[in-house]
């Protein structure tokens, strides 16, 4: 997740579940955003007759019936333009924050990975991402102001912790660094400034202790904007494109750390 | 304003108030996103002991107050990030959607423009962005994932319209290609796409007759990611670079087009 927009949050989620999917993992995609991108990206229906997030928001137990198949090994469930309703219908809920959680419980078994593709903000649907999450990856232009955002991001997680009682069930793995164009200074100070943020919190006890910055990064790469225009991963539309092969090395990476936890 | 993320909002709006303010207009400078970029972008000290757009949603009188100067004929009314919390803390308000409006509405014979900038979505914060203009600029990436959320943005506009009881009250004046590179296929389509779209709806009644998709675009170049970091416009990190070219043509054709209005 990432509060700053447009930082390749969708793109990322997508590619990795397909990856993920296509290694022969059983994976679940949930797209938590009212914009329902990752729902587009893959050329699913929206809201075509079955039911969303949005319903499993309202009804948790509804959660069984609204998933489908997307691909081999990869389903999802949808989001739909009404979910942008959800944060004010559900203000008053005193479960607000964990229904996703709630509901994810019930299925969680069935899956290996379940990848949550967040909205550009810290609001209710974020918070109900973040409580449903295990782990935290974050992926990241960068560039100044989507580094600014970073501390907010983190205050975000502990708080989300302390909410939950356990303090460490929570915690930031990464950051994925998306349409990366390293020849910049900008870019390359951007990447020191975290790669030491990161490495001073090696110690400390934090949800983001032991995160780091993700090698490699993903590469700018038009194919990754074109992709998502024809319902297709990167993998099937451009397969061997610099694109495809970052994300198919980064999750590599994400499955064998996954594997050795 | 566009709710999908990282097309550019903050960087349009920060450097074509400045661009304006430098040809000797008197510009208001809102920033309504609770990541408080355009803030942080003029360097002004985000919630150092002054008022910000948080209060004057709470209190409209207050806005005399809180508004600041930035720069010589800059005015800014600043963010901070605890107006993330406004959506919920003024849910049960009857007048929430025209809090902005009715602060504004107070100072707006001091100003020649009054430039908003907008978060990453279709909230009570957007909304009363909408409600308190006149005329909406979309900044835009020319890619797929945001050519998507185009007919939900000119609906909410139709909306906010609709809400406001008068048909006309809000236009929108048109689109502003950011971060373009005209070189890809798939940015060429797209813009021939919106081009297209402006044409058809050249004589319908809708919000958007006579809208139109700004050229030059303001071409992706790494000094307009770079100045924010220094707290500095375009036009003062790098005043002849290509994008400060490009936001400077811009802002001449927006207050040429004022002018004969
Ligand atoms: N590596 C890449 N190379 C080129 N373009 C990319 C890359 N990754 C993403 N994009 C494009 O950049 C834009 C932003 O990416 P994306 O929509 O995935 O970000 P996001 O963080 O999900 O945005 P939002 O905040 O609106 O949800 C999209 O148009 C996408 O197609
Ligand atoms: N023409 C450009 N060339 C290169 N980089 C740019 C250009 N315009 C903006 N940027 C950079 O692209 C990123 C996104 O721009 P910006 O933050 O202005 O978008 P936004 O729509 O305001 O994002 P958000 O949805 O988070 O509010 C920023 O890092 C910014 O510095
Ligand atoms: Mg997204
Ligand atoms: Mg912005």
Redesign the interface.
Known sequence: MN?????GK?TTTVNLAAALARAGRSVLLIDLD??A?AT??LGVEAGAGHATVYDVLHDPDSIAGAIIPARENLNILCSE?DL?AA??EL?ASHDRLTRLRLALDQVRSRFEFVLIDC?????LLTLNGLAAAREVFVPM?A???AL??MS?LLETVQRVNQAAGAADSLRVTGVILAMHDGS?T?TREVVADLDRFFEQAREQDVPWRGARVYRPPVRRN?KL??C??FGKTIFEYAPTCPGALDLAQLAETIAREWDEF
Chains 1, 2 share one sequence.
Do not use: N, R, W
């Not at 509060?3 to 930082?7: A, Y």
């Not at 909205?119 to 609001?123: F, I, N």
């Open positions: 509060q700053k927009g447009g930082v969708t009212p914009q991108h587009l990206h333009t942008a944060p004010s203000a909205p550009p903000s810290l609001d232009l560039h100044f102001l600014q955002g907010k910049t900008l038009i904007a074109e998502p225009s």
